[in-house]
């Protein structure tokens, strides 16, 4: 990461709640084409969630504990704060001064930009200002929330605008939240009723429509030079499993998520 940082633009994409055995059933049934051509060797990696919500997690990750590998580590970090002791920063590990990544990055000269989706992110109130005011440009609009069923396309609309209006030598690090997945998503399957709610089935079509939109965020990214991407769950929810419904809960169907890392390389 040490060569990356500097180099290349920045991409981190959080398909809020997205479930890691939907995620995976997906991509082998062939119905996420668009994300499964740069999953490395077509696949998810299983992970675990550093929170079990959005905003536990995204703190988490702001402070460069992305999702882990869900097998014995340690496992070295693609970023971490300096911190004596720390096990798992490693020679190949990008290590910022600041209290966060993002604004450890816009140290380093890039221009950090959220485009918000759930209320996390919203601006709406104190809370909902903590996540986007690490950033140095963030963007929220109903559009992009939980209650659009077409908040996707909508974030990505906003990013490629952000893209076009930066000037080429400036780099980006650019953070999507996809609210998509998240509850309410039952209008993402056709058929589907606002009384029969959601479930496990307009989870996944949630999940295809995102894919649809995703190489348009993609093709922005990596328009004016390489960029890294990293795309994960910041954690799952539950539909019923053992009882349980929602997150913020410490069962495996909100713990495990799928996580990528890839290069996207330059289209122009």
């Not at 990750?61 to 002791?85: D, E, N």
């Not at 200002?129 to 950033?135: A, D, E, I, Q």
């Not at 929810?237 to 997150?247: I, K, L, N, S």
Request: aromatic share 10%; with cysteine; proline share 6%.
């Amino acid at each position: 990461m040490n060569e990356v940082v500097g180099r290349d633009d920045l991409l981190l994409l959080t398909l809020d709640t997205l479930r890691h055995d939907v995620a995976v059933e997906l991509a082998e049934a062939g119905r996420i084409p668009h994300l499964a051509r740069h999953l490395p060797g077509g696949a998810w990696e299983k992970r675990h969630a550093p929170g079990s919500f959005t905003y536990a997690s995204h703190q988490a990750m702001f402070a460069g504990f992305l999702p882990t590998p869900a097998t014995p580590g340690p496992h070295p970090r693609l970023f971490a704060a300096r911190f004596a002791g720390s096990e798992t920063t490693a020679g190949r590990t990008y290590v910022f001064d600041t209290p966060d990544l993002v604004s450890g990055l816009a140290a380093a000269g890039y221009r950090t930009v959220c485009v918000g989706g759930v209320g996390f992110f919203n601006r709406q109130g104190a809370l909902g200002n903590v996540l986007p005011g690490l950033f140095q440009e963030s963007h929220w609009e109903p559009e992009f929330g939980v209650a659009s069923p077409t908040s996707f396309e909508a974030q990505v609309a906003r990013a490629e605008q952000v893209v076009a209006e930066l000037p080429h030598e400036q780099r980006l690090f650019l953070f999507v939240n996809a609210a998509a997945l998240h509850q309410p998503n039952w209008f993402h399957l056709p058929g589907a009723t606002r009384a029969a709610g959601d479930t496990r089935e307009t989870h996944a079509a949630a999940l295809e429509y995102i894919d649809r939109h995703v190489g348009r965020l993609f093709a922005a990214m990596s328009a004016r030079r390489r960029c890294f991407a990293v795309v994960c769950s910041d954690h799952g929810t539950a539909y019923g499993d053992d009882g349980y419904t929602g997150h913020r809960l410490g069962h495996e169907a909100v713990w495990t998520v799928p996580y990528a890392h890839f290069f996207l390389e330059p289209t122009a």
